[in-house]
């Protein structure tokens, strides 16, 4: 049974560049069925090598039958194949009794110690791989899972947004005093512009009104620009950010950065809650401004 992948683990003998089939686009290089075409294996791991002082000798070759493919998707066991364990120990027995025929019952001692190298454990719940997998360890065998690296990656996670949390607490109380300076030096830009509203009938909560608008679009007007640089702060790490790390790690095709639209609308929304909250003692002051010093004020 072969991983959805494996084809991609093979050489073509007739090739003249000798390469893998993922490295090669020349015509020469066909595409072939598992099922259908005719494949061999063998235990020596440096056939079809060429460079210079290799061995030209042929090893033995064993024909076999594909009976399946496994689905795509799969990283685990898409460039694996499986085989009975049985089977396997007769190939390899015979392939060693042909390139070392001297060793006798060291080969078939050698031959009963290899078995399975793992075992794979279903859970029922998620919620308990980290307990199983402890209750593994604690027999003395070496147990892995992607919950553990799940749950490092969330700690990790955590960490960053506690202090992108913190740093963005201490932009919005900086935002929220810079808009309430601005708002306390126009009330003394237009002190004699709130005389004048109050003298000709102007009521107290449209001229709160108006500087509560005004603070709320000034924090509206930031949470978009700071929308806009975080879009593009995301792209640059989807594209320069992708690059860079999947020739290291392989991310081919990862977003690193996503930025849902719900979030987006939510940062504009409380950007204008952060002006208009900075902009209420600023407003409750203009109110109380006496409409006849107002006046007065040069």
């Known amino acids: 049974v072969f991983g959805f992948d494996m084809k991609q683990q093979f050489y073509n003998p007739k090739s003249r560049s000798g390469n893998r089939w993922w490295y090669s686009y020349s015509d020469e290089e066909k595409d072939f069925d598992f099922l259908k075409d005719k494949i061999k294996m063998t235990f020596d791991t440096m056939y079809g090598e060429r460079y210079p002082g290799a061995s030209n000798r042929k090893p033995k070759l064993y024909k ?88 490092q990656a969330n700690k990790t996670q955590a960490v960053m947004q506690g202090v992108l949390g913190g740093i963005g607490a201490i932009s919005l109380l900086v935002a929220a005093i810079g808009i309430a300076n601005t708002m306390i030096m126009a009330i003394y830009e237009r002190t004699k512009e709130i005389g004048i509203m109050k003298v000709i009938g102007a009521r107290l909560k449209d001229i709160r009104r108006l500087f509560l608008y005004e603070s709320s679009m000034i924090g509206f007007i930031g949470g978009v620009l700071g929308v806009g640089f975080s879009y593009g702060i995301s792209h640059f790490l989807n594209t320069v950010g992708v690059q860079f790390l999947s020739g290291s ?50």
């Open 64 to 151: 076999v039958e594909g009976v399946g493919i496994l689905e795509e998707g799969n990283w685990e066991t898409a460039y694996r194949a499986y085989m009975n364990i049985d089977e396997l120990l007769k190939l390899k027995e015979d392939y060693e009794k042909r390139n070392n025929p001297d060793e006798g019952s060291n080969r078939k001692r050698k031959n009963t110690e290899v078995g399975y190298q793992q075992a794979k454990v279903k859970v029922n719940d998620i919620k308990n791989v980290i307990d199983v997998q402890d209750q593994i360890r604690a027999t003395g065998l070496n147990a892995y899972s992607m919950a553990e690296s799940l749950e």
């Open 249 to 298: 790690i392989g991310m081919g095709g990862t977003k690193l950065s996503i930025v849902p639209a719900w979030l987006a609308v939510l940062g504009m929304v409380f950007s204008a809650f952060i002006g208009l909250v900075s902009g209420f003692l600023p407003a409750r002051k203009a109110t109380k401004l006496s409409a006849l010093s107002a006046i007065q004020t040069e």
